[in-house]
């Protein structure tokens, strides 16, 4: 009776017959010549090409192989190096633990495949993952145990094992790689896992609280710690994740899109505003509705709605369009007779009136000429056939002081500004003349050049003094190369011969629109 093989013995019987068994399947076995590859064997498979496969697209079809050895017994799992495991299993190509069971003497019984794809998997990177979190980088030194009987059951026979080893060496090798890349990246993670982040934050009142759950202000934290949860454990994140983050915003479930309707009565064109509503965490005072848009916010609440801009209201830069839709809408609700519709999926809530007093802030007085100015230069802008200006700030429109004089002569019937002289040298001593003025003028990376017809007025106070009493637009277009001779030429056109020239006049007294000095 031949006496019980030693483990290593049994070792070297198993690694024979495995040898054996692969020879005898048509298959091709290599062994590694150092332990610090994960696998024992690489197995290859003919690279028979399948029906409808040319030979330049075939690939080879290969798994990685660690092979186990065990006597029996009433023990049914094997031990295997954490290491080792680890590089088998997130090798690109299929892998597996074979084991071999035998008698003592080193009988060949049974054997058992056990793929490292899906639930197997998923454990070696559960296992991976804490020993990340219990600070083991030692994994050289830690096991992992795999039970057999869970695997692909095969007879020692070597067309048994090709058997066993075809259901992990898929044809389509492309599919089962991208599979694994796949695994590898998100197993673990689709039960509440992701990144996670703990902040230590400085809330300045209920207020400030309350915007940033709706996420209507940032998060601004003194201290932020990011973290990775997979598989219900958290590891803190490494790199430079975090590095720069200042601030940022919590992002309350959206509701879907909704409309925001500012009026001012049935004859003034409506503001419709496209906007995305939110619903924010429960919170006592908070707001039960937020409706964000590019340019503003409002907040539902229980005893009313507030609004509020976004951004710097005075410096920040916006589109033509961008500043005529939030102007009229501001110009309405801050005029006392305005009101503000919401419709959600179809359905309209009742008109909320605006009440005087209710929208505040600073240059309210100031809104119904900023949205004049801006309506007007959007009307130049048609008249002319120029298509887009630039972003531009209130700042730019305060500091446009001959574009505003210039939008109120030509579109305003009741013009605030007038052209004056102290005398006008004239052949005979008329009460009235015609004359031509013209003039380019630049706003927003725009240049337009225009011509008037200006009706002018001897004062009656004086023998030689004239002011305007009337303009009549001839021509506006793009801006010119020459003004000069723009100038000459329609006047030549249109019988006029006194030319008003933008260079003999100087503007004074206050623009139209103030800016923050009064300028």
């Known amino acids: 009776m031949i006496d019980a ?21 048509k298959l091709i076995c290599n062994k590694s010549d150092r332990d610090r590859t994960g696998w024992d064997f690489r197995v290859e498979f003919p690279i028979d090409a399948p029906s409808g496969i040319t030979l330049d697209q075939r690939s080879p079809r290969v798994c990685q192989v660690q092979l186990k050895s065990t006597a029996g017994g009433s023990e049914t799992r094997v031990p295997a190096r954490l290491s080792s495991i680890e590089r088998l299993a997130k090798d690109g190509a299929p892998a597996a633990v074979v084991v071999l069971r035998m008698r003592p003497d080193g009988t060949e019984l049974m054997g058992y495949v056990i793929h490292l794809i899906d639930k197997e998997l998923a454990r070696i990177l559960r296992r991976l993952r804490r020993a990340e979190a219990d600070g083991r980088r030692d994994i050289n030194h830690m096991t992992i145990t795999f039970n057999y009987l869970k695997g692909k059951r ?57 915007k940033i759950l ?30 720069g983050l200042e601030e940022f915003y919590i992002h309350p479930p959206a509701v879907g899109p909704c409309d925001i309707i500012m009026r001012d009565g049935p004859l003034r064109p409506a503001a419709l505003f496209r906007c995305e509503a939110f619903a924010p965490p429960p919170i006592d005072g908070g707001p039960r509705l937020v409706i964000r848009h590019t340019t503003f916010s409002v907040l539902f609440r229980e005893d009313g709605l507030e609004f509020e801009t976004t951004g710097n209201f005075i410096e920040g830069h916006r589109a033509l369009e961008e500043w005529i839709l939030l102007l009229r809408g501001l110009s309405y609700l801050a005029g006392g007779n305005g009101s503000i519709e919401l419709e959600f999926q179809g359905a309209k809530m009742p008109p909320i009136m605006v009440s005087p007093g209710a929208i505040d802030g600073p240059y309210i007085d100031q809104l119904p000429r900023l949205l004049e100015f801006v309506e007007r230069w959007q009307h130049a802008l048609q008249l002319a056939g120029v298509a887009e200006t630039a972003d531009f700030s209130l700042d730019d429109i305060w500091s446009a002081d001959v574009v505003q004089m210039s939008l109120d002569i030509l579109l305003n019937p009741t013009p605030l500004g007038r052209i004056e002289f102290d005398a006008i040298e004239v052949p005979s001593d008329e009460a009235q003349l015609e004359a031509l003025f013209f003039n380019s003028v630049h706003f927003a990376g725009v240049i337009i050049t225009f011509a008037t017809k200006v009706t002018l007025e001897r004062d009656p106070l004086g023998t030689t003094a004239y002011a305007s009493t009337r303009f009549a637009l001839v021509d506006i277009r793009s801006g010119v190369l020459d003004l000069g001779a723009y100038g000459a030429e329609l006047a030549t056109r249109n019988n006029i011969k006194i030319l008003i020239d933008p260079r003999n006049l100087s503007l004074v007294n206050r623009p139209l629109v103030e800016g923050p000095q009064g300028r």
């Open 5 to 25: 093989l030693t483990p290593d013995e049994l070792g070297d019987v198993g690694e024979s017959l495995f040898r054996k068994l692969c020879s005898q399947g």
């Open 214 to 243: 709706s996420g209507l202000a940032p998060l601004k934290p003194e201290r932020l710690q990011a973290y990775d949860r997979r598989f219900g454990i958290r590891v803190p994140c490494q790199g430079t994740l975090l590095d």
């Open 154 to 210: 095969f007879k020692p026979t070597g067309d048994e094992l090709r058997e066993a080893l075809a259901e992990i060496c898929q044809v389509d090798v492309a599919a089962y790689a991208e599979m694994k890349r796949h695994q590898l990246a998100s197993l673990g993670y689709d039960e509440g896992g992701g990144m996670e982040a703990e902040a230590l934050l400085w809330i300045e009142s209920p207020d400030h609280f309350t």
